[in-house]
């Protein structure tokens, strides 16, 4: 996966072009009073788009640093407590799974290389 590209759901996608049309019509209702003005606006709406993926990418890469972060924490317990590197690393995937539930983006670089995470069950 690559982390510096950004691709919005199709909820997202909904919920900011959503955002961009309340905006929009706030503006040129407030400030013009005229569909020429929110028709004009309408052309912002691809930069107002990439703005909004831009924060929601730094967003997703704050939230892989705080967890790549724990992790690593957990697996230096782990190895400090005298567990081998393999059991060390799967101990710190079920921590971090306790801690972040459905919200864990780093789950494949705690899993064995051999090893394909296909949601509700694991492939060796």
């Known amino acids: 996966m690559d982390y510096q590209v950004y691709r919005f759901s199709i909820k997202e996608l909904a ?6 049309l ?12 005229s569909w020429a003005a929110f028709l004009t606006g309408l052309l912002l709406c691809p930069f107002f788009l990439k703005y909004r ?8 890469q704050q939230q ?3 967890q790549f972060l724990e992790g690593m924490k957990a697996v230096a317990v782990s190895l400090g407590a005298g567990y081998s590197i393999e059991t ?3 101990d710190a995937l079920g921590e971090l799974k306790n801690i972040y539930n459905q919200e864990l983006i ?19």
């Open 53 to 60: 993926r831009e924060v929601y990418k730094k967003k997703r």
């Open 64 to 66: 892989l640093s705080e």
């Open 88 to 90: 060390a690393f799967e």
């Open 15 to 20: 919920e900011n072009i959503s955002l961009f």
């Open 106 to 124: 780093c789950k494949g670089w705690f899993l064995h290389p051999n090893t394909y995470d296909c949601g509700s069950f694991v492939v060796n």
């Open 22 to 33: 309340l905006l929009d019509t706030a503006v040129s209702c407030l400030f013009y009073r």
